[in-house]
Every structure is written in structure tokens, then in C-alpha cells.
T-cell receptor, first 114, second 116 residues
Framework: AQSVTQLGSHVSVSEGALVLLRCNYS??????LFWYVQYPNQGLQLLLK??????LVKGINGFEAEFKKSETSFHLTKPSAHMSDAAEYFC????????????FGGGTRLMVKP | EAGVAQSPRYKIIEKRQSVAFWCNPI?????LYWYQQILGQGPKLLIQ????????DSQLPKDRFSAERLKGVDSTLKIQPAKLEDSAVYLC??????????????FGQGTRLTVV
């Protein structure tokens, strides 16, 4: 069984500030981990994924995440927030070799203040 | 390359009525998924198809929900009869279907269902 917990349903940062969105997972096997972004009235877009290669994963739009097995975490960061980063972010987990049978967290809404 | 197409974008029905959603995946994608996203929650996988066969439907409420993927391309998801708690966005996604490693799943814009 797998689960994902995203700490903080809402995060607010100022433009130019560090973005940190937290994700902790539970999995009985080494998982694959994902971050998706969802803009209003849009589908989900993959930001980045971890599939057992490098533990620091770089994605699109300047985002990156680090897989920390000891902490069962996969936090998403971006050094400098832009107004266009305002969206809902979802962390997800899937078993390895299971295609994309994703279990999502509850999401974190990122607000960026000018 | 065209993305995942879904229709309709919005649907409002009364409880106990039936409704159907349609999904056309990206050309050549063998795997198709239906997710339910209730407001304020993350998406929940309802059913996964590999070509026209069901891989996983463990979270599909089979007493009222049904899905099919005839010919391994388009898919329809039906709810009959609908309940108030079915109000959600129904997302369709597709991927190339490789089971070694992980391939990206591409999502459609979703169908927002409101049951009144």
C-alpha cells in the first residue's frame, strides 16, 4: 500500500522568494515519485519524476526535488518564485514497474504575492 | 502532437440521472486512465486500461460506474445513477504503456460534473 502526505494545503510566498512544497510518502517498496502542477481549469502537467536514478531531480520551470529515503520525503523547491508559478501542486507515488498507477497527495495551492 | 481530448468540459445533471464522459487519448498510447478529482483533493485512480483490457479497477464503484475502451483507443466512463457525491472533475490520462521504468502520463483538461 502506498500513500502521500503533502504538508500544507496552502503556501504563500513573495515573488522572488524560495518555494518549498513538502511531500512525504509511505510505500512498502522503493517507489517512483512525481510532482505535477495543475493550473485552473486545466489538466495535470508533469514537473519532474524520480525513478531510482539520481536523487536530485531537475524538472521544468526551474523546479527541482530531492529524494531522501531516510526521511521518506520528496520535497519540491524553486529558488525564486514567479507570479506564473501560482497553481496547485500534487505529489504522487507509484510502485516501480507499474506504469503510471499513481497515488496522489491532497495537493498544495501555491500563492505568489507581488 | 494533439493532447488527450475529453468531452464534455462541463456537465450538470440531477441525482439519479445517468451521464457519460468521453476520452480520446494521444495517438499510439496503449495505456489509458480515468481519475476522479473531488474538489480540494488529489486525483484518485478509478480504472486503468492497457489497450482494450482492464489492468486495475479496484477503486471503481462498480455498482454505478462503468468504463469501456473498445478497439483500444477511445474510452467512455458512465455513471448510472449519479449521486451527489459524484460531483467532481473526471480526468482522463494516457501513456505509452511501458511497464519497465515509468513513462509520463499526459492528462486531459477534464470533465467537471455537478450533480444537483
Amino acid at each position: 500500500a502506498q500513500s502521500v502526505t503533502q504538508l500544507g494545503s496552502h503556501v504563500s510566498v513573495s515573488e522572488g522568494a524560495l518555494v518549498l512544497l513538502r511531500c512525504n510518502y509511505s510505500s512498502s517498496v522503493p517507489p517512483y515519485l512525481f510532482w505535477y502542477v495543475q493550473y485552473p481549469n486545466q489538466g495535470l502537467q508533469l514537473l519532474l519524476k524520480y525513478t531510482s536514478a539520481a536523487t536530485l531531480v531537475k524538472g521544468i520551470n526551474g523546479f527541482e526535488a530531492e529524494f531522501k529515503k531516510s526521511e521518506t520525503s520528496f520535497h519540491l523547491t524553486k529558488p525564486s518564485a514567479h507570479m506564473s508559478d501560482a497553481a496547485e501542486y500534487f505529489c504522487a507515488v507509484s510502485p516501480p514497474n507499474a506504469g503510471n498507477m499513481l497515488t496522489f497527495g491532497g495537493g498544495t495551492r501555491l500563492m505568489v504575492k507581488p | 502532437e494533439a493532447g488527450v481530448a475529453q468531452s464534455p468540459r462541463y456537465k450538470i445533471i440531477e441525482k439519479r440521472q445517468s451521464v457519460a464522459f468521453w476520452c480520446n487519448p494521444i495517438s499510439g498510447h496503449a495505456t489509458l486512465y480515468w481519475y476522479q478529482q473531488i474538489l480540494g483533493q488529489g486525483p484518485k485512480l478509478l480504472i486503468q486500461f492497457q489497450n482494450n483490457g482492464v489492468v486495475d479497477d479496484s477503486q471503481l464503484p462498480k455498482d454505478r460506474f462503468s468504463a469501456e475502451r473498445l478497439k483500444g483507443v477511445d474510452s467512455t466512463l458512465k455513471i448510472q445513477p449519479a449521486k451527489l457525491e459524484d460531483s467532481a472533475v473526471y480526468l482522463c490520462a494516457s501513456s505509452t504503456g511501458q511497464f519497465r521504468g515509468s513513462t509520463e502520463a499526459f492528462f486531459g483538461q477534464g470533465t467537471r460534473l455537478t450533480v444537483v
